[in-house]
């Protein structure tokens, strides 16, 4: 239960199930095709035009990231209503610019939203999409679990008891003290479902409203990307974040009054993933109210937002949501919570083996030589003089003390029995 110090294996190298590749979404060929309204794309395509023209109607198909037939459909309506005109030809491809009336009417749009961006996608559409892509579906086996976690020293039982969690796709309880890498074994947990891709698309609309979904700090976009409908991007299963600044506010709509359109929650954003949520019962609600939020998802897989004007949508919630916690739960939660979050996973110090085996790694990992017997000594100390349990943390912190210390002295860092004596009178504030 360290730190990192292998990077993840390549997805491309142990794939899990790649639905992602199984559902390609088709591009559609006409606007009746897209599933979203002619005049919202008309609106959309001369916004583009009125911040970015003039430009081909190939560069326009690219912006909007749709197919030149449905851009051309729509450029010959926007033509007809002279609010844009064909100033040249590259090839066979027309040329197109804003006219002085298309300005007047992109100006007035822009009051209303801003949004130039890819074309969205219905919100039914992203409804079944994500249904598809169901964290769900995805079939972990032992060896997946221990290749994620081959940088961490942990026992096979608690290894078991996560690779069964994960292939719940429900929700995950890790709690236990302080520094027993509870927050990295939660990260870990992505890069096993990360082997799997799904699609994700850069925008929803619903009820006229745009809401961007698309984040590229959170979606790690697959650099191949197959030929499919552009609005969509192929993606690893994402994972999302979040510890003692989380609040109600952030798991619902975030408008933006300036835009004028909406960028998704978190939760929308973690779709087909995990969402983690660290240092649980830490945030500035009370967990009781943290969880009332989460009631109807965690039970019934779906979600409601509400929009600005109060219109109320139901999106779907295929997230695993993974909690995280130094706190008692049976002291932050009633049983009905508790009942929920159906998988509780303890995870507390480790064995004095497992202490050196952190130890050794971490020094090796930092070019320092050492004797088994002085790391053997300082566990024996740790436990029966500082009356301490052997934490995962221990290891890495007190190298660090060394290392500080020879920094200071202008020498190179030695793992001597006198400058581990140093080290911990330093971070257990016990003299030695």
């Known amino acids: 239960m360290l730190t990192e110090m292998v990077s ?25 095709e897209t599933g979203i309204r002619k005049a919202q794309l008309e609106a959309l395509a001369l916004k583009i035009l009125y911040l970015t023209g003039p430009f081909s109607l190939f560069e326009l198909s690219k912006q909007m990231r749709l197919s030149f037939e ?11 209503e002279l609010l844009c005109a064909v100033t040249g030809l590259v090839g066979n491809v027309p040329t197109i610019a804003i006219t002085m009336q298309g300005r007047a009417r992109a100006l007035e749009l822009l009051t209303m939203s801003q949004y130039s961006g890819p074309a969205p996608v ?8 994500v249904r598809q892509q169901s964290v769900r579906n995805v079939e972990v086996r032992p060896e997946s679990v221990q290749r994620a976690f081959s940088h961490l020293v942990m026992d096979d039982k608690t290894l078991w008891k996560l690779g069964t969690a ?30 799997d891709q ?21 979606h790690k976009r697959v650099e191949r990307q197959p030929l499919c409908d552009g609005r969509w991007v192929l993606c690893k299963r994402p994972s999302v974040m979040v510890g003692g600044e989380l609040t109600i506010e952030m798991l619902e709509m975030q408008f933006s009054p300036v835009a004028k359109y909406y960028a998704g929650p978190l939760q929308m954003k973690a779709n087909n993933g995990l969402l983690i949520i660290d240092d649980f019962g830490r945030q500035r609600v009370h967990p009781e109210a943290m969880l009332n939020r989460w009631v109807v998802p965690l039970d019934r897989r779906i979600d409601f937002l509400t929009l600005a004007g109060g219109k109320t949508i139901e ?28 998988t509780k996973i303890k995870i507390d110090a480790v064995s004095k083996e497992q202490f050196c085996e952190i130890f050794r790694r971490i020094a090796d990992e930092q070019g320092l030589d050492y004797e088994p017997e002085v790391i053997q000594n300082l566990a024996t100390f740790i436990r ?3 009356r301490e349990p052997l934490r995962p943390c221990y290891p890495r912190d007190i190298l660090s003390q060394i290392c500080w210390a020879a920094k200071y002295e202008g020498r190179q860092p030695v793992l001597d029995a006198d ?10 504030l016990v003299p030695v």
């Open 8 to 32: 993840p294996s390549s997805s491309a190298n142990v794939p899990l199930r790649h639905l992602g590749s199984a559902g390609i979404p088709r591009e559609p060929r006409s606007v009746e």
């Open 70 to 80: 449905v851009v051309e459909e729509i450029f010959e309506r926007l033509r007809a």
């Open 122 to 129: 219905s919100m039914q559409s992203y409804a079944e999409k």
């Open 166 to 195: 994960l292939n719940s796709g429900s929700s995950v309880f890790l709690y236990g003290p302080t520094g027993t890498g509870k927050t990295t074994i939660a990260e870990t947990l992505s890069r096993v479902v990360s082997e």
């Open 198 to 218: 799904v699609w994700i698309p850069h925008a929803v609309e619903v009820e006229g409203q745009v809401i961007t979904v698309y984040d590229p700090l959170v």
């Open 315 to 342: 999106i779907p919630f295929e997230v695993m949501v993974v909690f995280s916690t130094n706190l008692n739960p049976q002291d932050i939660l009633e049983d009905a919570y508790l009942r929920r979050i159906q």
């Open 384 to 386: 029966e003089t500082v």
């Open 419 to 428: 400058s581990i004596a140093h080290a911990v009178e330093s971070y257990f």
